[in-house]
Protein backbone atom coordinates (compact mmCIF):
# COMPACT_ATOMS: atom_id res chain seq x y z
CA UNK A 1 0.00 0.00 0.00
CA UNK A 2 1.35 3.25 -1.02
CA UNK A 3 2.10 6.10 1.65
CA UNK A 4 -0.81 8.30 -0.13
CA UNK A 5 -3.04 4.99 0.13
CA UNK A 6 -2.61 4.32 3.56
CA UNK A 7 -2.88 8.27 4.32
CA UNK A 8 -6.63 8.31 2.79
CA UNK A 9 -7.33 4.83 4.89
CA UNK A 10 -6.29 6.69 7.94
CA UNK A 11 -8.71 9.96 7.44
CA UNK A 12 -11.52 7.85 6.40
CA UNK A 13 -11.05 5.77 9.78
CA UNK A 14 -10.79 9.02 11.82
CA UNK A 15 -13.89 10.13 9.83
CA UNK A 16 -15.69 7.20 11.02
CA UNK A 17 -14.14 7.71 14.59
CA UNK A 18 -14.91 11.26 15.16
CA UNK A 19 -18.99 10.54 13.35
CA UNK A 20 -18.96 8.11 16.79
CA UNK A 21 -17.95 10.64 19.38
CA UNK A 22 -21.72 12.80 19.97
CA UNK A 23 -19.96 14.53 22.59
CA UNK A 24 -17.70 16.03 20.16
CA UNK A 25 -20.00 16.64 17.47
CA UNK A 26 -22.04 18.57 20.02
CA UNK A 27 -19.83 20.99 21.29
CA UNK A 28 -17.78 21.85 18.29
CA UNK A 29 -20.83 21.74 15.76
CA UNK A 30 -24.15 22.39 18.25
CA UNK A 31 -22.89 24.09 21.45
CA UNK A 32 -22.35 27.76 19.77
CA UNK A 33 -25.36 27.85 17.51
CA UNK A 34 -27.00 26.74 20.64
CA UNK A 35 -25.75 29.81 22.64
CA UNK A 36 -26.83 32.30 20.06
CA UNK A 37 -30.17 30.50 20.43
CA UNK A 38 -30.58 30.91 23.67
CA UNK A 39 -29.15 34.69 23.93
CA UNK A 40 -31.32 35.75 21.21
CA UNK A 41 -34.23 34.87 22.66
CA UNK A 42 -33.39 37.87 25.37
CA UNK A 43 -35.19 40.31 24.25
CA UNK A 44 -32.67 43.04 25.67
CA UNK A 45 -30.29 41.25 23.49
CA UNK A 46 -32.25 41.92 20.22
CA UNK A 47 -32.38 45.73 20.79
CA UNK A 48 -29.98 48.09 19.55
CA UNK A 49 -27.69 49.79 22.21
CA UNK A 50 -26.67 53.46 22.06
CA UNK A 51 -23.32 52.30 23.52
CA UNK A 52 -23.12 49.46 20.54
CA UNK A 53 -22.62 51.78 17.88
CA UNK A 54 -26.19 50.83 16.28
CA UNK A 55 -25.68 47.28 16.88
CA UNK A 56 -27.22 44.91 19.40
CA UNK A 57 -26.00 42.79 21.73
CA UNK A 58 -26.98 39.31 19.27
CA UNK A 59 -24.70 40.86 16.52
CA UNK A 60 -21.78 40.83 18.68
CA UNK A 61 -22.46 36.88 19.87
CA UNK A 62 -22.68 35.25 16.32
CA UNK A 63 -18.09 36.00 16.25
CA UNK A 64 -18.07 34.79 19.59
CA UNK A 65 -19.51 31.61 18.66
CA UNK A 66 -17.39 31.39 15.66
CA UNK A 67 -14.67 31.58 17.96
CA UNK A 68 -16.09 29.50 20.62
CA UNK A 69 -15.99 26.70 18.35
CA UNK A 70 -12.38 26.73 17.11
CA UNK A 71 -11.83 27.32 21.18
CA UNK A 72 -13.15 23.66 21.74
CA UNK A 73 -11.91 21.99 18.77
CA UNK A 74 -8.80 22.75 19.21
CA UNK A 75 -8.10 22.81 23.27
CA UNK A 76 -10.86 20.51 24.26
CA UNK A 77 -11.27 17.88 21.51
CA UNK A 78 -8.13 17.47 19.36
CA UNK A 79 -5.40 16.82 22.05
CA UNK A 80 -7.06 14.10 24.23
CA UNK A 81 -7.62 12.49 21.21
CA UNK A 82 -4.08 12.83 20.08
CA UNK A 83 -2.40 12.08 23.59
CA UNK A 84 -5.12 9.49 23.83
CA UNK A 85 -3.50 7.29 20.62
CA UNK A 86 0.15 8.33 21.78
CA UNK A 87 -0.51 6.72 25.22
CA UNK A 88 -2.04 3.71 24.21
CA UNK A 89 0.88 3.03 21.49
CA UNK A 90 -0.91 3.28 18.59
CA UNK A 91 0.90 6.16 17.26
CA UNK A 92 4.45 3.95 18.06
CA UNK A 93 2.81 1.46 15.79
CA UNK A 94 1.57 3.74 12.88
CA UNK A 95 5.49 4.13 12.68
CA UNK A 96 6.13 0.75 11.18
CA UNK A 97 3.40 0.85 8.49
CA UNK A 98 2.98 2.87 5.20
CA UNK A 99 0.75 5.61 7.00
CA UNK A 100 2.84 7.17 9.10
CA UNK A 101 2.44 8.83 12.49
CA UNK A 102 2.06 12.21 10.37
CA UNK A 103 -1.12 10.88 8.47
CA UNK A 104 -2.77 10.47 11.65
CA UNK A 105 -1.91 13.89 12.77
CA UNK A 106 -2.99 15.11 9.69
CA UNK A 107 -6.06 13.80 9.61
CA UNK A 108 -7.24 15.12 12.77
CA UNK A 109 -6.14 18.49 11.72
CA UNK A 110 -8.06 18.43 8.63
CA UNK A 111 -11.84 17.08 10.48
CA UNK A 112 -11.22 19.40 13.36
CA UNK A 113 -10.83 22.20 10.44
CA UNK A 114 -13.66 20.88 8.60
CA UNK A 115 -16.19 20.67 11.61
CA UNK A 116 -15.30 24.56 12.71
CA UNK A 117 -15.38 25.37 9.32
CA UNK A 118 -19.54 23.82 9.51
CA UNK A 119 -19.89 25.52 12.56
CA UNK A 120 -18.93 28.63 11.38
CA UNK A 121 -21.32 28.10 8.21
CA UNK A 122 -24.63 27.21 11.11
CA UNK A 123 -23.93 30.15 13.35
CA UNK A 124 -23.78 32.54 10.70
CA UNK A 125 -27.09 31.03 9.18
CA UNK A 126 -28.91 30.89 12.03
CA UNK A 127 -27.58 34.28 13.11
CA UNK A 128 -29.03 35.47 9.83
CA UNK A 129 -32.31 33.91 9.20
CA UNK A 130 -33.15 33.65 12.79
CA UNK A 131 -32.47 36.66 14.89
CA UNK A 132 -31.48 38.89 11.23
CA UNK A 133 -27.74 39.39 12.46
CA UNK A 134 -26.09 40.52 9.32
CA UNK A 135 -23.57 38.47 6.70
CA UNK A 136 -20.02 39.68 7.32
CA UNK A 137 -19.62 42.79 4.96
CA UNK A 138 -16.38 41.82 4.19
CA UNK A 139 -16.37 38.44 3.14
CA UNK A 140 -12.87 37.74 2.36
CA UNK A 141 -11.78 39.22 5.21
CA UNK A 142 -13.69 37.70 7.17
CA UNK A 143 -12.65 34.15 5.96
CA UNK A 144 -8.89 35.23 6.85
CA UNK A 145 -9.71 35.92 9.76
CA UNK A 146 -11.43 32.74 10.49
CA UNK A 147 -8.40 31.00 9.04
CA UNK A 148 -6.16 32.24 10.70
CA UNK A 149 -7.68 32.03 13.98
CA UNK A 150 -8.34 28.46 13.34
CA UNK A 151 -4.62 27.67 12.49
CA UNK A 152 -3.70 29.28 15.89
CA UNK A 153 -6.53 27.42 17.66
CA UNK A 154 -5.59 23.78 16.14
CA UNK A 155 -1.78 25.37 16.66
CA UNK A 156 -2.90 25.45 20.20
CA UNK A 157 -4.23 22.47 20.65
CA UNK A 158 -1.05 20.35 19.04
CA UNK A 159 0.96 22.11 21.73
CA UNK A 160 -0.99 20.88 24.74
CA UNK A 161 -0.92 17.59 23.17
CA UNK A 162 2.89 17.93 22.53
CA UNK A 163 3.40 18.99 26.63
CA UNK A 164 1.12 16.07 28.14
CA UNK A 165 2.25 13.07 28.57
CA UNK A 166 -1.09 11.76 29.58
CA UNK A 167 -4.76 11.71 28.67
CA UNK A 168 -5.21 13.27 32.62
CA UNK A 169 -2.44 15.93 32.16
CA UNK A 170 -3.92 16.80 28.55
CA UNK A 171 -7.77 16.82 30.10
CA UNK A 172 -6.22 19.44 33.20
CA UNK A 173 -4.48 21.57 30.59
CA UNK A 174 -6.46 21.85 28.50
CA UNK A 175 -9.15 22.98 31.59
CA UNK A 176 -6.88 25.51 32.62
CA UNK A 177 -6.72 26.87 29.21
CA UNK A 178 -10.04 26.57 28.14
CA UNK A 179 -11.91 29.01 30.60
CA UNK A 180 -9.07 32.10 29.85
CA UNK A 181 -9.69 31.56 26.25
CA UNK A 182 -13.25 31.38 26.43
CA UNK A 183 -12.77 34.81 28.30
CA UNK A 184 -10.80 36.52 25.94
CA UNK A 185 -13.14 35.38 23.18
CA UNK A 186 -15.76 37.51 24.55
CA UNK A 187 -18.17 34.31 25.53
CA UNK A 188 -18.48 36.21 29.05
CA UNK A 189 -18.48 39.64 28.12
CA UNK A 190 -18.26 40.70 24.29
CA UNK A 191 -14.27 42.26 24.03
CA UNK A 192 -15.94 45.55 22.15
CA UNK A 193 -17.94 46.46 25.73
CA UNK A 194 -14.89 45.67 28.34
CA UNK A 195 -13.50 48.40 29.52
CA UNK A 196 -10.62 50.11 27.25
CA UNK A 197 -7.88 48.94 29.45
CA UNK A 198 -8.67 45.23 29.53
CA UNK A 199 -9.93 45.44 25.73
CA UNK A 200 -6.58 46.63 25.20
CA UNK A 201 -4.40 43.55 27.31
CA UNK A 202 -7.29 41.30 25.77
CA UNK A 203 -6.33 41.90 22.08
CA UNK A 204 -2.77 40.83 22.53
CA UNK A 205 -4.20 37.22 23.31
CA UNK A 206 -4.96 34.88 20.21
CA UNK A 207 -8.88 35.03 20.45
CA UNK A 208 -8.72 38.45 21.41
CA UNK A 209 -6.97 39.56 18.47
CA UNK A 210 -9.19 37.19 16.61
CA UNK A 211 -12.08 39.11 17.92
CA UNK A 212 -11.29 42.86 16.92
CA UNK A 213 -10.76 41.10 13.53
CA UNK A 214 -13.74 39.39 13.05
CA UNK A 215 -15.56 42.23 14.47
CA UNK A 216 -13.71 45.07 11.85
CA UNK A 217 -14.65 42.35 8.68
CA UNK A 218 -18.35 41.73 10.35
CA UNK A 219 -18.90 45.47 10.09
CA UNK A 220 -17.65 46.00 6.69
CA UNK A 221 -14.14 46.85 6.87
CA UNK A 222 -11.15 44.73 6.15
CA UNK A 223 -9.64 43.45 9.30
CA UNK A 224 -7.17 45.62 10.61
CA UNK A 225 -3.09 44.15 10.23
CA UNK A 226 -2.72 44.86 13.33
CA UNK A 227 -5.20 41.70 14.72
CA UNK A 228 -4.57 40.08 11.79
CA UNK A 229 -0.64 39.67 12.36
CA UNK A 230 -0.97 39.01 15.89
CA UNK A 231 -3.05 35.85 15.18
CA UNK A 232 -0.87 34.49 12.66
CA UNK A 233 2.13 35.09 14.87
CA UNK A 234 0.06 33.12 17.14
CA UNK A 235 -0.41 30.20 15.03
CA UNK A 236 3.64 30.09 13.99
CA UNK A 237 4.80 30.56 17.67
CA UNK A 238 2.08 27.88 18.94
CA UNK A 239 3.36 25.57 15.80
CA UNK A 240 7.01 25.73 16.15
CA UNK A 241 6.51 24.87 19.93
CA UNK A 242 4.55 21.99 19.25
CA UNK A 243 6.74 20.59 16.59
CA UNK A 244 9.58 20.53 18.60
CA UNK A 245 7.89 19.03 21.77
CA UNK A 246 6.10 16.62 19.98
CA UNK A 247 6.94 13.15 20.62
CA UNK A 248 5.00 9.84 18.80
CA UNK A 249 5.32 8.03 21.95
Known sequence: MSTTHASRAVLKSEFRLFCREPGAI???????????TILGLIPAFREVGDDLDGRRVIDLYVPVAVLLSMIVAGIQSMPAVLVGYRERGILRRLSATPARPQSLLTAQLVLHGAAIALSVLLALTVGRLVFDVALPGQLA?????????AAAALALGA???AVSRTSKIAQ????????PA???????????????????????????AASQALDQAATGSWPGWAPLGLTALWALLLTAVAVRRFRWE
Open 26 to 36: FWILVFPTALI
Open 141 to 149: GYVLAVVLT
Open 159 to 161: TIA
Open 172 to 179: TVGTIVFF
Open 182 to 208: MFTAGVWLPVQTMPDTLREIVQLTPFG
